[in-house]
């Protein structure tokens, strides 16, 4: 008499990661990295426009407001990639203020 083997496909699924898994794998964590990075870019632009000094000229300003505006606009593309489309929680969590999003030009 043969012993009884289990069916094929009751078996425990063989766990071989196919091509499709490590590329998607690799653009998750290069997303990951990308919003990690506008992230800080963000919090260092932000902080930058805290420390500027209250007589500072207005070009000065204006400076650093474009480049916070770049910042949380480059944010929100990479949240929308993560196809995450409300704002207003990544606004206040960065407390970004108004001045910076009238530069965005949009009515996040």
Do not use: K, N
């Amino acid at each position: 008499m043969s012993p009884l083997r289990m069916p094929q496909g009751l078996g425990e699924p063989q766990h071989v990661d196919s091509g499709d898994a490590v590329l998607r794998f690799q653009l998750l964590e290069g997303l990951d990295g990308s919003v990690s990075r506008c992230e800080g870019e963000l919090q260092a632009a932000l902080a930058a426009l805290d420390r500027q000094e209250p007589g500072a000229g207005r070009e000065s300003r204006s400076r650093l407001l474009d480049t916070a505006a770049d910042a949380v606009w480059r944010l929100i593309v990479q949240h929308e990639a993560c196809d995450v489309c409300d704002h207003q929680e990544l606004i206040a969590r960065y407390g970004v203020p108004a001045e910076v999003m009238a530069r965005v030009g949009a009515g996040h």
